[in-house]
Protein backbone atom coordinates (compact mmCIF):
# COMPACT_ATOMS: atom_id res chain seq x y z
CA UNK A 1 0.00 0.00 0.00
CA UNK A 2 3.30 2.33 0.26
CA UNK A 3 3.17 5.41 2.52
CA UNK A 4 0.17 7.56 3.38
CA UNK A 5 0.16 11.21 3.87
CA UNK A 6 -2.33 12.54 6.51
CA UNK A 7 -3.42 16.25 6.42
CA UNK A 8 -4.60 17.46 9.68
CA UNK A 9 -6.27 20.80 8.22
CA UNK A 10 -8.37 19.29 5.99
CA UNK A 11 -8.84 15.77 8.13
CA UNK A 12 -8.08 13.18 5.66
CA UNK A 13 -5.38 10.85 3.97
CA UNK A 14 -3.90 10.10 0.47
CA UNK A 15 -0.83 8.03 -0.79
CA UNK A 16 2.17 10.23 -0.13
CA UNK A 17 4.60 11.23 -3.34
CA UNK A 18 5.35 14.05 -4.81
CA UNK A 19 2.54 15.10 -7.18
CA UNK A 20 -0.25 13.46 -4.77
CA UNK A 21 1.12 16.34 -1.72
CA UNK A 22 1.70 19.24 -4.28
CA UNK A 23 -1.90 18.91 -5.00
CA UNK A 24 -3.26 18.86 -2.28
CA UNK A 25 -1.15 21.27 -0.73
CA UNK A 26 -1.89 23.36 -3.85
CA UNK A 27 -5.78 22.76 -3.18
CA UNK A 28 -8.82 25.14 -2.83
CA UNK A 29 -10.07 22.94 0.08
CA UNK A 30 -7.02 22.47 1.73
CA UNK A 31 -5.99 26.18 1.46
CA UNK A 32 -9.50 27.01 2.91
CA UNK A 33 -8.90 24.43 5.51
CA UNK A 34 -5.65 25.89 6.82
CA UNK A 35 -7.11 29.48 6.48
CA UNK A 36 -10.12 28.71 8.93
CA UNK A 37 -7.73 26.66 11.19
CA UNK A 38 -5.34 30.10 11.46
CA UNK A 39 -8.25 32.00 11.83
CA UNK A 40 -9.03 30.63 15.13
CA UNK A 41 -6.07 32.22 16.90
CA UNK A 42 -6.28 35.58 14.84
CA UNK A 43 -5.97 38.56 17.29
CA UNK A 44 -9.26 40.23 18.04
CA UNK A 45 -8.09 43.72 17.08
CA UNK A 46 -6.95 42.63 13.32
CA UNK A 47 -10.36 40.77 13.16
CA UNK A 48 -12.14 44.14 14.49
CA UNK A 49 -9.94 46.24 11.56
CA UNK A 50 -10.89 43.91 9.11
CA UNK A 51 -14.33 43.20 9.87
CA UNK A 52 -14.53 47.16 9.98
CA UNK A 53 -13.56 47.76 6.33
CA UNK A 54 -16.13 45.12 5.09
CA UNK A 55 -20.13 46.05 4.29
CA UNK A 56 -22.19 43.95 5.57
CA UNK A 57 -23.63 40.59 3.84
CA UNK A 58 -27.11 40.97 2.28
CA UNK A 59 -27.71 37.54 1.77
CA UNK A 60 -26.28 36.48 5.37
CA UNK A 61 -28.77 39.84 7.33
CA UNK A 62 -32.03 38.60 5.13
CA UNK A 63 -31.64 34.81 5.60
CA UNK A 64 -28.79 34.65 8.80
CA UNK A 65 -26.79 32.40 5.89
CA UNK A 66 -24.66 32.67 3.39
CA UNK A 67 -23.79 30.04 0.77
CA UNK A 68 -20.07 31.32 1.08
CA UNK A 69 -19.58 30.98 4.88
CA UNK A 70 -16.32 32.38 6.02
CA UNK A 71 -15.05 32.58 2.09
CA UNK A 72 -17.55 35.30 1.99
CA UNK A 73 -16.15 38.69 1.43
CA UNK A 74 -18.75 40.78 2.89
CA UNK A 75 -18.74 41.05 7.12
CA UNK A 76 -21.72 38.26 8.68
CA UNK A 77 -21.09 40.20 11.63
CA UNK A 78 -23.95 42.58 13.46
CA UNK A 79 -23.76 46.28 14.91
CA UNK A 80 -23.86 43.78 18.57
CA UNK A 81 -21.16 41.43 17.40
CA UNK A 82 -19.08 44.29 16.55
CA UNK A 83 -19.49 46.06 19.84
CA UNK A 84 -18.65 43.46 22.04
CA UNK A 85 -15.62 42.74 20.01
CA UNK A 86 -14.70 46.50 20.36
CA UNK A 87 -14.94 46.36 24.29
CA UNK A 88 -12.94 42.97 24.18
CA UNK A 89 -10.21 44.68 22.07
CA UNK A 90 -10.29 47.99 24.61
CA UNK A 91 -10.35 45.64 27.92
CA UNK A 92 -7.06 43.64 26.53
CA UNK A 93 -5.12 46.95 25.62
CA UNK A 94 -5.98 48.39 28.71
CA UNK A 95 -4.55 45.25 30.47
CA UNK A 96 -1.53 45.09 28.36
CA UNK A 97 -1.13 48.82 29.27
CA UNK A 98 -1.49 48.36 33.12
CA UNK A 99 1.16 45.13 32.65
CA UNK A 100 3.43 48.04 30.98
CA UNK A 101 3.13 50.11 33.39
CA UNK A 102 3.84 47.63 36.02
CA UNK A 103 0.74 47.99 38.32
CA UNK A 104 -0.52 45.57 40.47
CA UNK A 105 -2.24 42.64 38.44
CA UNK A 106 -5.86 42.74 38.33
CA UNK A 107 -7.79 40.51 40.49
CA UNK A 108 -9.10 37.64 38.82
CA UNK A 109 -5.69 36.48 37.44
CA UNK A 110 -3.65 33.28 37.82
CA UNK A 111 -1.13 35.33 40.09
CA UNK A 112 -4.47 36.25 42.42
CA UNK A 113 -5.56 32.90 42.74
CA UNK A 114 -2.17 31.76 43.39
CA UNK A 115 -1.57 34.68 46.54
CA UNK A 116 -5.14 33.14 48.59
CA UNK A 117 -4.22 29.87 47.87
CA UNK A 118 -0.42 30.00 49.64
CA UNK A 119 -2.30 32.27 52.06
CA UNK A 120 -5.01 29.39 52.73
CA UNK A 121 -2.51 26.90 53.04
CA UNK A 122 -0.08 28.60 55.77
CA UNK A 123 -3.59 29.53 57.73
CA UNK A 124 -4.65 25.35 57.44
CA UNK A 125 -0.96 24.68 58.72
CA UNK A 126 -0.95 27.07 61.46
CA UNK A 127 -4.30 26.02 62.91
CA UNK A 128 -3.18 21.70 62.37
CA UNK A 129 -1.35 22.34 65.28
CA UNK A 130 -4.94 21.45 67.61
CA UNK A 131 -6.31 18.13 65.68
CA UNK A 132 -9.75 19.01 65.61
CA UNK A 133 -12.08 16.04 66.12
CA UNK A 134 -14.67 15.78 63.09
CA UNK A 135 -17.84 16.17 63.85
CA UNK A 136 -20.08 12.88 63.31
CA UNK A 137 -22.39 12.67 60.61
CA UNK A 138 -26.47 14.00 61.59
CA UNK A 139 -29.44 14.17 59.03
CA UNK A 140 -30.23 17.75 59.36
CA UNK A 141 -34.21 18.16 61.67
CA UNK A 142 -36.62 15.87 60.02
CA UNK A 143 -34.56 13.92 57.24
CA UNK A 144 -35.02 11.20 56.50
CA UNK A 145 -38.76 11.33 56.83
CA UNK A 146 -39.62 8.34 59.49
CA UNK A 147 -43.17 7.31 57.54
CA UNK A 148 -41.10 6.96 54.17
CA UNK A 149 -38.13 4.02 55.51
CA UNK A 150 -38.99 0.58 56.34
CA UNK A 151 -39.06 -0.69 60.09
CA UNK A 152 -36.32 -1.87 59.25
CA UNK A 153 -34.46 1.01 58.75
CA UNK A 154 -35.98 3.21 61.36
CA UNK A 155 -34.35 4.29 64.66
CA UNK A 156 -35.01 2.24 67.70
CA UNK A 157 -37.79 3.93 69.65
CA UNK A 158 -36.15 5.33 73.13
CA UNK A 159 -35.78 2.31 75.71
CA UNK A 160 -34.58 0.04 72.68
CA UNK A 161 -37.22 -2.39 70.63
CA UNK A 162 -39.91 -4.28 72.61
CA UNK A 163 -39.35 -8.30 73.05
CA UNK A 164 -41.87 -10.44 72.51
CA UNK A 165 -42.57 -12.76 75.76
CA UNK A 166 -41.58 -16.06 73.85
CA UNK A 167 -37.97 -14.71 73.08
CA UNK A 168 -36.79 -13.64 76.54
CA UNK A 169 -34.86 -15.06 78.17
CA UNK A 170 -35.28 -16.23 81.22
Known amino acids: ?31 RAKRAWYDLFRDAAAILQEEQTKKPCRKFLQTGQCDFGSNCRFSHMTEQDLEKLSAQVQGEQRSKELRQEGADVPPGTIEDWLEKRAKRLSAAQSNSALPEKPAPFQYPPGWPPVQDLPPSLQAPPPGGWPVPPNLQWG
Not at 5 to 12: I, L, M, P, Q, V
Not at 19 to 31: A, D, F, I, P, S
Open 1 to 31: MGKRYFCDYCDRSFQDNLHNRKKHLNGVQHL
